[in-house]
């Protein structure tokens, strides 16, 4: 690949995991866009980052900037100029800075008046000029959740820089990254390989490096490792327990992918699978292993080095994981020793948040909306379980075992009401309270699950809206857009008809007086909120945005039902006669767009186009009104269809704005009826119709009836 080439190494003391992959895209898309604003972009931009160093590799970027020219207004000519019309200091000074003399200035008017003005021709400079005086800030300004200072004050950073690789076309970029000065050496690992070493540019570190066994680049240092963590496995007669973040996690804290593989003492296992595997994760950064759903007495990590010949890194690794199952072990038992109902009290001194109470507060109101949310889905078999579970879904808060581990907020719960023989509803509606936490999760199981998660959620959103505390741009400290995507997903894939207006409206009541503002204020905001989170999950289902637009519009409160005619609207869309219909309803929006509610007077009806319409319209509605009753409501759109002649006959034949202002009136008013009617389904205006395309459609379709 032609043009140049830049190399780009930031070295440093270890970087926690969890931070790298977010700051490695940040470099490479700050450098990146700020060398696009300067025509320099690079035809290839490759990333790789290990714990101790962030690399940027850039192919195919032009040699130097192009040549412009650049148009610059000086001083006002009543300041230029004085008044025997000798420039002044300030145009001198101005004539100076353009690299002209003062006789080759222009005259130009400007909104305050007449000006100075000069063209300045700027010769480019090369792109490693450009990198030299660009790459130290992105560098220095990269956004870390945590920094520090070294030295004699350099910083803040997230960890002390050692060293910076900058090569353009093999020669050094002179750059200085806090007092660090670039240069063309790096070094490996720092045991096995910590003499630095002189390099000439991208393929020569690749080779260098992978000579080294480092491997720079996080997918194929990922895929390595996911293969040697899969044969380990196997060899012990198991697999692993799938875990995408840990395997992230241990991707970054290693520059050489190596494995361990330990033993713990089997007499763990006793422990709930769920603790015993996030013991391991959490604390030792290990992976789980199993074997027909059975967990077994081993664990693999990682190692920064291909192998441990003494066997030192194996052995730590067991003695840490003893002592860490055993905390666990001697957590869970304490735990077990105070049952559910007698932590509850406990509730009381923790805090949900200042303004809005205690956890055992916030249980007071979810219990209620719990029991309305059933009320109102006649689910009254599910009452008892669904009170039962919303009485304990916060009490783990207060086990030791959810202050090590908060991963396991809920599921503690779950596996202790389990253990206390608390009926299977309740129990899983505790354990699945978090669910769904992602868009690969799914529902909690059973109804009262599905209940308490769907009043745990709306008391959240309401209360943190009541104070105002709204997500705003990529801030949402309380995660409220989760909990927002959480009851949108159970309402949906739960196929559960609540009036989620009238549930918020009551939750609302629940805060008496704690909030910062008006309920009506609360649920104006809340409604678009869950519109929005609504058009994402429909969207990711395949949904024109346009169908979805305009199901919300006729109506949002019952999400299965607004699924459905987005469903019957996706179907009838493309059809012809339908699209006619489409059409017409923005002919007719723009008509009673301005005009006001009218009254319609059959009696006035008086030509043949309109009463036409007007006995179309009324044989339309009690179609409409069957399929709505029913809740199928691609038959009532599919009818509206049958509106496309009387509609376009009706056009034709009939002057809507008619001088006689009686007629006027009276068609208004049938227009209007015609459009309220059209529109409960779904509010056609929103859908957008190409026209041509919908032209040849019609015409397809009249030929090929022609020929029948």
Not at 173 to 197: A, I, K
Not at 222 to 243: P, S, Y
Request: glycine share 8%.
């Amino acid at each position: 690949m032609s043009g140049t080439e830049f190399l780009l190494e930031v070295r440093s003391e270890e970087i926690p995991a969890r931070m790298l992959e977010p700051a490695m895209r940040e470099l490479a898309t700050r450098l990146f866009e700020e060398l696009m604003a300067l025509n320099l972009a690079p035809a290839e931009m490759e990333t790789g980052f290990t714990l101790r160093r962030l690399i940027l590799m850039l192919k195919g970027l032009p040699s130097r900037e192009s040549d412009r020219e650049e148009e610059m207004v000086g001083p006002p000519v009543r300041a230029a100029f004085d008044a025997e019309g000798r420039p002044t200091r300030a145009a001198e000074g101005f004539a100076r800075k353009c690299g002209v003399e003062v006789e080759a200035l222009r005259r130009i008017e400007t909104d305050k008046g007449e000006y100075l003005a000069a063209t300045r021709s700027i010769v480019g400079r090369p792109t490693a000029d450009v990198l030299a005086g660009m790459v130290p800030g992105i560098v220095e300004g990269l956004g870390w959740a945590k920094t520090m200072r070294w030295g004699i004050g350099e910083g803040p950073w997230v960890r002390p820089i050692h060293g910076v690789v900058a090569l353009c076309d093999g020669e050094v970029v002179p750059m200085t990254v806090f007092d660090v000065e670039s240069g063309c050496e790096t070094s490996g690992h720092p045991v096995l390989s910590s003499r630095t070493f002189a390099i000439r540019g991208v393929s020569d570190y690749r080779r260098k490096m992978a000579r080294r066994q480092i491997v720079v680049r996080f997918e194929e240092r990922r895929q390595r490792l996911q293969d040697q963590l899969d044969e380990a496995a196997d060899n012990l007669g198991g697999e692993l327990v799938a875990d995408a973040e840990l395997l992230n996690r241990l991707t970054a804290i290693c520059e050489i992918p190596g494995t361990v593989i330990g033993r713990f003492d089997p007499a763990f296992l006793s422990l709930p699978r769920e603790i015993l595997i996030t013991s391991l994760r959490d604390h030792q950064s290990a992976s789980t292993l199993e074997s027909e759903g059975m967990l077994l007495p081993s664990f693999i990590t990682v190692m920064d080095r291909p192998d441990d010949p003494e066997g030192r890194i194996k052995a730590g690794n067991e003695w840490v994981v003893a002592a860490r199952l055993e905390d666990a072990r001697f957590f869970f038992n304490e735990d077990r020793k105070t049952t559910l109902e007698q932590r509850k009290e406990k509730l009381d001194h923790v805090t949900f948040h200042a303004k809005l109470g205690s956890y055992a507060d916030k249980t007071r109101r979810t219990t209620e909306l719990t029991k309305e949310i059933c009320e109102s889905l006649d689910w009254q078999d599910v009452v008892e379980d669904g009170v039962a579970a919303s009485n304990l879904l916060k009490v783990d808060l207060t086990s030791e075992m959810v202050k090590e581990f908060t991963s396991l907020q809920g599921n503690v719960g779950g596996l202790y009401a389990e253990r206390e023989e608390y009926p299977a509803q309740v129990w899983q509606a505790i354990y699945d309270q978090y669910l769904p936490a992602s868009t690969e999760d799914a529902i909690p199981r059973g109804r009262a699950g599905q209940a308490t998660a769907l009043a745990d959620r709306i008391d959240t959103l309401v209360g943190m809206f009541g104070l105002g505390l709204l997500p705003s741009g990529s801030r949402d400290p309380f995660g409220l857009r989760r909990a927002g995507q959480g009851v949108v997903r159970i309402l949906l894939e739960g196929d559960l008809s609540l009036d989620l207006d009238l549930i918020a409206a009551k939750s609302v009541l629940l805060f008496e007086d704690l909030m910062d503002r008006d309920g009506q204020e609360i649920l104006s905001d809340l409604r678009p909120f869950l519109q929005d989170r609504v058009r994402h999950l429909l969207g990711l289902r395949g949904y024109a945005y346009d169908t979805i637009e305009a199901a919300l519009t006729a109506g949002s409160s019952n999400l299965p039902d607004l699924l459905a005619r987005v469903e019957a609207l996706h179907k009838v869309r493309e059809e012809s006669d339908f699209l006619s219909v489409v059409l017409a309803a923005k002919r007719i929006a723009n008509i009673v767009r301005e005009a006001p509610q009218e009254d319609l007077e059959e009696s006035r009806l008086k030509e043949p186009a309109e009463r036409d319409l007007h006995d179309a319209a009324e044989a339309l509605r009690n179609e409409i009104d069957q399929a709505e009753k029913q809740g199928d409501y691609e038959p009532g759109l599919r009818a509206i269809a049958k509106l496309s002649e009387p509609l376009d006959r009706f056009f034709v034949e009939v002057l809507v704005m008619d001088e006689d202002l009686e007629l006027r009136s009276n068609r208004i008013a049938l227009l209007q009826g015609i459009q309220r009617m059209i529109s409960r389904t779904a509010r056609l205006t929103e859908v957008v119709v190409d026209k041509s395309e919908h032209r040849g459609r019609a015409e397809s379709k009249s030929s090929s009836q022609g020929r029948e």
